[in-house]
């Protein structure tokens, strides 16, 4: 509705041009009373409370957003963001899982996969990076970015997996 509208444009002036993250929260948290799943409320309050470092707010409303999107891609860009959140608060467990989640919905999508890898490298799983880099190399197009790929592979499996075979068949 339009009095929903009003009053998000006020949260983003708050936000933005008075620098008052509370009030905007506050406002945010309004529209949220007169329609519980508003998009644009919801993803204004998670990014409130993510960077109030109130996490659990901030995921519980990505989910409640990722709820009202029905296109697979839009829902793994949420799944992305939900997965950073988990990221920035060091939970790479639930961060892992958001990002295998987005890369379910939506296999193609490069950051999703780059995320997972990078997941997988911090925790020390070259094989799961590895997998990642082969199943996206699969689907890859262009020579520049099938060359990238390559070249990582090569890499992970000569120094991570101790494979130099491998590496040289990549």
Do not use: W
């Not at 989910?63 to 988990?86: H, V």
């Amino acid at each position: 509705s339009s009095r929903i509208e009003l009053g998000l444009k006020a949260a983003r002036t708050l936000l933005s041009d008075v620098g008052a993250p509370g009030r905007a929260e506050e406002v945010c948290e309004r529209a949220l009373a007169l329609e519980p799943e508003h998009p644009a409320a919801l993803e204004l309050l998670a990014r409130l409370k993510a960077n109030a470092g109130d996490i659990g707010v901030a995921l519980e409303s990505v989910a409640l957003l990722s709820r009202t999107k029905k296109d697979p891609a839009e829902r793994a860009e949420l799944l992305l963001r939900a997965g950073a959140m988990f990221f920035e608060a060091g939970d790479l467990d639930n961060a892992i899982q958001q990002y295998k989640e987005a890369l379910d919905l939506a296999p193609d999508n490069r950051e999703a996969s780059s995320r997972l890898r990078s997941m997988y490298a911090t925790r020390g799983d070259a094989s799961g990076a590895a997998e990642l880099l082969q199943r996206e190399l699969d689907g890859a197009e262009g020579t520049t970015h099938r060359a990238a790929l390559l070249a990582e592979l090569g890499l992970l499996r000569r120094d991570r997996l101790e494979d130099a075979a491998g590496a040289k068949t990549v």
